[in-house]
């Protein structure tokens, strides 16, 4: 007997009866629980396996702003969410949905789109802890950059908003016409509030068409006895020693990778051949993480940068469950490709002989990245509305649009609920920034700054 299926109509009513279960007015709470975990005993858990002359410019980058601490302190957050009301109507979450994991980036068509761009810890788990985290990144983000607590809570307000109209208009669409869905170029200009936002998308625009490959070559790299080598700038960028174990692990990760590329395109890979490894410091969150870049060439010398991540457990598993994906490289890259409207065709996984789990993709494949510190408020709200939709988009391809929809309806009562959180939950951040401000100077955590 085949399952029952419900339609549309019946899934936006199931949504919309959840309302009696969890108010959406609930979501507004934040309030933390008496066995709440220090933060930085989070910190220090999540410190676990990374490497430990890293860790000090971890702490660095994260001493820089309360969006900074936020970035890197991914644990501390899902903890608390995990305390919160949840709905239970599961996405593939991105996990870390804060402002700058978005942007633009190439399709394997050379078409730029505007997406979700980051899934170390992505899985599959409630919508409104993505909405959530988002929202609360756009109030403080806003603080950081001298924004009023009005216009940051109506640009968190927007971003909410947003994701919610976005995502009534996904539960009208077929499936199809849902996953095919992207945000190219053309709506981002669309999205642009006034004539100096497009000037500004404009340039974003214009930047991102000069990152490739070809492009970086000249700037990452050196000539050494008529080689191309990757050029050291520590402790950001380094190589290794001769025979250096962390060395060899890199290039068995690397040979295993091409395993996973579709078939198709192992004829365009063996073209390339490796030149060289070189470890590299990227992000906040990230930063102490076995990352690298490697220089691949073709015999006419033509450059291809790919960027070895190694892929953790998600910060979401002591909550929602262990990956059903062994290989933890395979969870972020099965998640990207749910996500994303389009992925890179480099992406791929791999684990090394050190037994270490990875995933690999192209280098500045063409990315948008905005720099927020520019912003204006009015911007903000902008670009928080675009993030809003793009979310909408993502959880619309990998769960419930109707059931969704009908859970957060039409009227405002989501988005205020979720503006509020995200303001409560923006001042937990400042307290907790300060309580690692504090242990720095108490000697308890070393810090290294960049500047």
Not at 250 to 261: D, F, I, M, P, V
Request: aromatic share 8%; charged share 25%; with cysteine.
């Amino acid at each position: 007997m085949r399952p029952k299926h419900l339609s549309r109509t019946e899934k936006y009513s199931a949504g919309k009866a959840l309302r009696g279960l969890v108010t959406r007015s609930s979501h507004a709470q934040w309030n933390p629980p008496n066995e709440r975990r220090h933060p930085i005993d989070l910190l220090e858990a999540s410190n676990e396996g990374r490497l430990p002359n890293l860790i000090p410019i971890r702490y660095g980058r994260m001493l820089k702003s309360p969006f900074a601490f936020l970035r890197g302190a991914a644990m501390i957050m899902t903890a608390d969410l995990a305390t919160t009301p949840t709905t239970k109507i599961q996405v593939q979450v991105c996990g870390d949905c804060h402002l700058l994991n978005f942007g633009g980036y190439a399709t394997p068509e050379r078409n730029l789109v505007f997406d979700v761009n980051d899934f170390d810890e992505t899985l599959p788990g409630p919508f409104e802890w993505d909405i959530k985290r988002l929202a609360t990144s756009v109030v403080v983000a806003g603080c950081h950059i001298n924004i009023s607590a009005n216009k940051c809570f109506e640009a968190a307000l927007a971003a909410v908003r947003s994701y919610r109209e976005h995502m009534n208009k996904y539960a009208q669409m077929g499936a199809l016409e849902a996953w095919y869905s992207r945000i190219d170029t053309e709506a981002l200009r669309e999205f642009a509030r006034h004539p100096e936002h497009k000037v500004r998308i404009d340039q974003y625009i214009e930047k991102a068409l000069t990152r490739t490959s070809a492009r970086a070559l000249p700037k990452l790299t050196e000539i050494n006895n008529h080689e191309w080598r990757i050029a050291d700038n520590p402790p950001l960028m380094y190589h290794l020693q001769p025979y250096d174990l962390l060395e060899e692990e890199l290039k068995s990760a690397y040979q295993e990778y091409r395993q996973t590329l579709r078939d198709d395109l192992h004829v365009l890979f063996d073209r390339y051949r490796p030149v060289d490894i070189a470890i590299k410091v990227v992000g906040v969150g990230s930063v102490g993480t076995r990352c690298a870049i490697a220089l691949l060439m073709t015999d006419d010398d033509e450059p291809l940068f790919l960027q070895i991540k190694e892929a953790r457990p998600s910060v979401l598993e002591p909550y929602l469950g262990k990956s059903i994906y062994e290989n933890n490289g395979q969870r972020v890259v099965t998640g990207q490709r749910i996500i994303q409207a389009s992925s890179d065709m480099f992406l791929g996984w791999t684990k090394s002989e050190g037994g270490h789990d990875f995933y690999i993709r192209q280098l500045r494949d063409m990315k948008i990245g905005v720099n927020l510190e520019d912003f204006s408020a009015s911007e903000l709200s902008g670009y928080a509305a675009l993030c809003g939709w793009a979310l909408a988009r993502a959880h619309a391809r990998s769960g419930d649009s109707a059931m969704i929809a009908g859970y957060i309806g039409k009227s405002d009562a989501f988005d205020l609920a979720i503006a509020n959180f995200a303001v409560a939950y923006a001042n937990q951040t400042k307290s907790d920034y300060q309580t690692l401000v504090d242990a720095v100077k108490s000697g308890r955590i070393i810090a290294i700054s960049e500047e």
